[in-house]
């Protein structure tokens, strides 16, 4: 692996790969699921390294459904219906400008405003496996790595990001869209780090990561954008027209 | 000029599913035609294609003279309009306002021109006080109206709608009928509805299309459609039961009966003359109204 | 998409749909490692042919193979290229494109050839359960596994609530587009929030609904489900020998790379 | 012995929609009642109420004899049973088998019974091939026979279907309604249905409660209720087609018969008697089936 990020040529081979990523990117049939890793593209001990990393997140997540459901017997219907419901956004294409093809987005934002983050992972932790299982999106393999990329990271940030913009007095349309935002690249972000640890092999892990991350930039940035107007605006769609619904799904004040 | 001309339409579903099997379907400009089929017949297929949601593997579809595959999105829709079942999943602005306008603004129509359309439309299904009331405080009724005058609102030719009547109840039933034939008769609106109630089709359908499991079993005007009464069993429908008494009095008591009558006015004139003049009560025209 | 959504190759009947899904999934689960710990290209290419050959056996429309093997194998050759054109030392060969070298090496030829094969061996192998066995027989096969409860709970009514509102958001989706809702970028986005807006509200509405006709029937908050059936003899028999013939071709592999 | 008493009963929604105001609604134990009612009339509220969705304001409902708030809930799903107006609120399992024997197994029996339960109430709603099949996979009519052997599977005294006949077309209506009334008739089960249909009812129902606004306008046997037009009328309903023929004639035309005729077989039956002997054609008799 010597050579290829030696100074001397570093830009010039830079551009090429970003072209080069960027450009069969562009032509996937549905790029938004390159956000997804593919089955068995990690080497095992990464797989189940993510895995490890993943299941506490879920496991969390189910014991704050099982003590909410205690609480309210609704619950379980409730996570379901709104799994279902965020199952079908992630799969709704959307123009994205750059790219110009049609794009996914990931849902995990609203999901997490509407149900906070602990049952959102558990949600995405079935609608990623429903995805791998029958839509050959991600894999089994994979599944711990998206769990933590979708799940955790997209859920955790997208809350984070709502709660403290609501503490802060922001207005709550823009905080959904900088949680939409956020989550989206958050997921975007460690989808990205989790392919660079398993491959730069021998070259710099930082010089990867940022190779691998300007290489989504077309397609991601907008993208992001797209999912945090998405999330505000579905919100801001809930909260005129049913707002009592909010307050049945609230997690953490929301809304 | 034909308003819509389908010619030998094949349609599979991506499971495997024929849901059309060489179907022909013409409708001419100004007719009220009823599409008459069981649950899973296709009804709901033929309007997919007939509206371009679905693409036909094979077979011809021409609207208003024209290919559908010829035809912008813009073009298509001012000739055809589709007024979905179920309201709930048609209406999704949150006011009727807002709802019945979300057709003419896509079309960039000055605002002016926005509101004129608005108010003539809800007029015209006679939801005018409903302006500005949220969509989901409205009753079943109400709604079915509503998505109606959103469709209107497009000034499509061609109204298509998918089981207009069903979910109301016989009040409501009669008046989207007469909103509907209102529309085909004063504004020479074509009309096309999807149906597998009988009984209030012969009033008002010009003709009526058999639908049974993708194939058309027969076409033509509601009287001629009503005498075949094996067919109308075999599309797992049923005569209008008006019809089905004079059916049953003509056929296993005897009694003469002109062709078959489908109305109630038909029947009652028919078995007038039947009825001998002393059996009738004398003085009771009075008591009528 | 959605229509990729679609298990009615489940329901046919064959060899493969009757063994006990309980095998299925660990005869997956061995051949999935067998290919992820592969060092060379042959045993993920032999499992990917296998696997392909025996979905065209059971008369899997190419369309629907084909849609669901485009991504991974996008990806196999986006892999392809980078690794062969940016790793490794030993030149292969070279171009130039617009004033850009690139010269192609062998190494890296390798490693991208072989991240490839183990993304089409695996994809195939999970391609193959996923036209043999339909969801309901998978979330039984996971009881065995002692996946949670609540997760299967939830993994249960999302199935089946996807295909519910799946419906009515095809429809609203089309109402938009019949009224032009689609014909302007900025009229399009507006359009699709109002639809994933009124899909989370259908989904709200419909779970009151049917955590309503759950609790006439007794729902106390825990779906019951029923006990497992043993696993016959006959589906155990396939599963030892699976997992021998797995076991043994890495194994062999091993052998080989050695 | 009363297998429902309701008395007086108020409801109100949060919204402030006043949905049920001062109702009475008592069935005995095998009994076949309709409530009929048009859109927005109360129906689905006085299903709620009776099997505990929803609380009353005031008034006393009591199932079996006693007081609806006094009984567990286990208690209350084994003597009242819903079957929702969409099956898919209802159908929440992945297979049928599954949905079937969700009730039973939330009953705590042991597995052979559930299966035992599951064959049986599938066979009862011929529904036993379909035991395997995925749920989003039936066809509507199918769907709406699970969802009743769902809940045939809890063994309720009392069955309660809202518009158990929407959506179905006109054989699907025929065989749902004779499965009903064949639970009722054989196997002594008192059933409650609300519609807003109205001609089928009168071969099914023994009672019927005409509801309109909340309130109860009339109930009774089906002849005595159809006999009063502007109490009809004013519900928002109709008569059934072959009563509003026979109504016209009498009223309009003074043929003289007797009370009103509801079914087909009762108008023919009067019919015949009216027109002359000669009329009839000789020798059709041998024509007829
Ligand atoms: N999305 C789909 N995928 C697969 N098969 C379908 C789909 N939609 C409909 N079908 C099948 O196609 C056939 C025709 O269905 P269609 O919905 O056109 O009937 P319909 O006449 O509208 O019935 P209904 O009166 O119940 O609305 C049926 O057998 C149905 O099961
Ligand atoms: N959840 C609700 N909140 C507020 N008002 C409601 C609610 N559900 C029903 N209503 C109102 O209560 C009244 C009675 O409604 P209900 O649903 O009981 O009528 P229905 O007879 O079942 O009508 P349909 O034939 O349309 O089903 C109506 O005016 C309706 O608008
Ligand atoms: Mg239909
Ligand atoms: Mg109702």
Known sequence: MDGIWTKKRYASRFAAVVA????????????????????????????????????????????ELQRRNEEFPYFKPLVGLVGAAVFLISCMPIPVPTAGTCSHPCGTGIAAILIGPGLTVVVASIALTLQALFLAHGGLTTLGANIVAMGVAGSYVGFGTWLIARRLGVPWIAAAFLAGLLSDWAT???????????????????????????????TQLPLGILEGILCAGALRFVRNRKPELLRMAAAGGAA | MKAIAVTGVHFTYDDGTEALSGVDFHVSEGEFVAVLGSNGSGKTTLIGLLVGLLKAKSGRIAIGGQEIGSLSAEELYKRVGLVFQNPNDQLFAATVEEDVAFGPRNLNLPEEEVQARVTEVLTAVAALPLRGRAIHHLSFGEQKRVSLAGVLAMRPAVLILDEPTAGL????????????????????????????????????????????????????????????????VRAKLRLPYVSRLMYEMKRHDGVPIDGLPLTIGEARAQLLELIPKEMILPGIEEIGP | MFDLFSDIFTYRDNALTRIDPRAKLVIALAALIAVLTAERVVLPLCVFGVCLGTVATLRIPAKLVTARLAAPLSIVAVLVVIQTFFTGTTPLFAFTVAGWHFTAKAEGLRQGALLGARVLGSVSVVFLLSVVTPAHRIFQAFRWFRISRNWLEIAILMYRYIFVLMDQVADLAAAQRLRLGYTARGRAMRSFTALAGSTIIHSLEQAKRTHDAMRLRGYRGTMPFGPLPALGRRDRLITALCLIGIVSARLLEWGVSK
């Open chain 1, 20 to 63: 080069a990523i960027a450009g069969v990117l562009a032509s996937l049939p549905a790029p938004a699921f390159a956000m997804h890793i593919s089955e068995g593209l990690l080497p095992a001990s990464w797989a189940v390294l993510w895995y490890v990393v993943a299941i506490p997140f879920v496991a969390l997540g189910l014991r």
């Open chain 1, 188 to 218: 975007y972000a460690m989808t990205s780090f989790e392919l660079t640890a398993a491959f730069h092999a021998g070259s710099s892990f930082s010089a990867m990561f940022s190779l691998i991350l300007i290489a989504f930039v077309p």
């Open chain 2, 169 to 232: 109840d016989p009040a409501g039933e009669a008046q989207m009928m007469q909103l509907l034939k209102k529309l085909n008769r004063e504004e020479r609106m074509t009309v096309i509805l999807a149906t597998h109630s009988v009984d209030m089709l012969p009033l008002f359908a010009n003709r009526i299309y058999v639908l049974d499991r993708g194939r058309v079993l027969q076409q033509g005007p509601s009287e001629e459609i009503f005498c075949h009464q094996e067919m109308i």
